[in-house]
């Protein structure tokens, strides 16, 4: 079922939505070093490559210049081009819009070694125990994945979704899309408020990875509580 599915997705989901997206990319919310690895480590596991480029590529091109040639998946090309094309055709990507990140030495380990963390946790699962892998870290990666693409995609197609903000780029929600890609179906409340960690800003607009940061964040004032 869509939900078994999900749900054994769900931590490499949030390494990306969570932590990717939110935590690294737009700095939306502060949590602890443990965590903060926690969610980078997930969003490794997600196959969607460094968070480093992540970040550069979300913030530098995407938000920087949606929907035009100067955002990497656009939608001006088509479609497939913003679905997955558009990784094929990209040959460098530039990190000035990161320079804060390139300050943190775990987004700077996660850069140097994400292929070999990877490839590492793929193999020793895999080793224990084949069913576990495929159903722990392969299958939650391909979720992850379609996850990324189906935002970059059917999120910039006018007739696909509604708009909450009038905001210059063609990012719509996606009511119907919400069981595959759970928060970031609300990507033109994203695009509209998008200094805010939460996408879901109607009463029927859930976000399980605001749900997330805000256990975090409960996590994050109880430590500051004990300590004090």
Same mark, same amino acid.
């Given at each position: 079922?869509?939900?078994?599915?999900?749900?054994?997705?769900?931590?490499?989901?949030?390494?990306?939505?969570?932590?990717?997206?939110?935590?690294?990319?737009?700095?939306?919310?502060?949590?602890?070093?443990?965590?903060?690895?926690?969610?980078?480590?997930?969003?490794?596991?997600?196959?969607?490559g460094s968070p480093l480029t992540w970040a550069a590529i979300h913030r530098g091109y995407h938000h920087r210049h949606s929907d035009t040639?100067?955002?990497?998946?656009?939608?001006?090309?088509?479609?497939?081009?913003?679905?997955?094309?558009?990784?094929?055709?990209?040959?460098?990507?530039?990190?000035?819009?990161v320079k804060d990140l390139r300050q943190d030495p775990d987004i700077i380990f996660a850069h140097r070694n994400f292929l070999r963390i990877?490839?590492?946790?793929?193999?020793?699962?895999?080793?224990?125990?084949?069913?576990? =892998? +495929?159903?722990? !870290? %392969? &299958?939650?990666?391909?979720?992850?994945?379609?996850?990324?693409?189906?935002?970059? /995609?059917?999120?910039?197609?006018?007739?696909?979704?509604?708009?909450?903000?009038?905001?210059?780029?063609?990012?719509?929600?996606?009511? =119907? +899309?919400?069981? !595959? %890609? &759970?928060?970031?179906?609300?990507?033109?409340?994203?695009?509209?408020?998008?200094? /805010?960690?939460?996408?879901?800003?109607?009463?029927?607009?859930?976000?399980?990875?605001?749900?997330?940061?805000?256990?975090?964040?409960?996590?994050?004032?109880?430590?500051?509580?004990?300590?004090?």
């Amino acid at each position: 079922s869509v939900t078994g599915v999900q749900t054994c997705a769900l931590p490499i989901l949030l390494g990306a939505s969570a932590g990717y997206h939110r935590l690294i990319s737009h700095r939306h919310f502060q949590t602890s070093k443990t965590w903060k690895r926690i969610l980078i480590f997930f969003g490794i596991m997600s196959g969607q490559g460094s968070p480093l480029t992540w970040a550069a590529i979300h913030r530098g091109y995407h938000h920087r210049h949606s929907d035009t040639d100067q955002d990497l998946h656009t939608p001006k090309h088509g479609f497939w081009h913003s679905y997955i094309t558009w990784m094929f055709k990209t040959r460098s990507v530039s990190v000035k819009s990161v320079k804060d990140l390139r300050q943190d030495p775990d987004i700077i380990f996660a850069h140097r070694n994400f292929l070999r963390i990877f490839f590492t946790t793929n193999l020793i699962v895999a080793f224990i125990d084949t069913n576990l =892998w +495929l159903f722990l !870290l %392969v &299958l939650p990666a391909w979720v992850s994945y379609q996850s990324i693409s189906l935002t970059t /995609s059917f999120n910039h197609i006018e007739k696909l979704g509604y708009k909450n903000y009038p905001v210059r780029d063609t990012s719509v929600n996606c009511i =119907w +899309l919400w069981p !595959l %890609v &759970l928060g970031e179906a609300w990507h033109n409340n994203h695009h509209g408020a998008g200094s /805010s960690p939460k996408f879901s800003h109607r009463w029927f607009e859930v976000d399980i990875g605001w749900i997330y940061i805000k256990f975090l964040q409960l996590l994050r004032l109880a430590k500051l509580r004990n300590q004090d």
